[in-house]
């Protein structure tokens, strides 16, 4: 079995910051990548790709939180960060930890999702 904690969510004012935190454990054998997704209530489509990060070190960001998020990762602990900066009301949404990870039950690499944990920026 393979789990991803999150935790970091919370209440924010406008122009604040918050860190967010996701462990992988359980069965791993490697992981290829780890990130952040968040959908926001009401909204269509479904989960949007935040932040992602690989194995590599490389990472990818969405437009719209370009130079204000920054994504890293501990290696050696399996944990994924999200370091929130100058947040906005727009940036309200469930973030969902996600990783790309070959368990040792299996050869196959698979998706593996958090809970979610909700982050509100409002005033």
């Known amino acids: 079995q393979v789990q991803l904690q999150e935790s970091g969510g919370g209440l924010v004012q406008p122009g604040g910051s918050l860190r967010l935190s996701c462990a992988a454990s359980?069965?791993?054998?490697?992981?290829?990548?780890m990130g952040w997704f968040r959908q926001a209530a009401g909204n269509a489509p479904g989960r949007q790709l935040v932040?992602?990060?690989?194995?590599?070190?490389?990472?990818n960001y969405a437009d719209s939180v370009k130079g204000r998020f920054t994504i890293s990762r501990d290696n050696a602990e399996n944990t994924v960060f999200l370091q929130m900066n100058s947040l906005k009301p727009e940036d309200t949404a469930v973030y969902s930890c996600?990783?790309?990870?070959?368990?040792?039950?299996?050869?196959?690499?698979?998706?593996?999702w958090g809970q979610g944990t909700q982050v509100t920026v409002s005033s």
């Open positions: 932040a992602i990060i690989l194995s590599s070190g490389g990472t």
């Open positions: 359980g069965s791993i054998s490697s992981i290829n990548a």
């Open positions: 996600y990783a790309l990870l070959q368990s040792t039950a299996s050869p196959d690499v698979s998706p593996y």
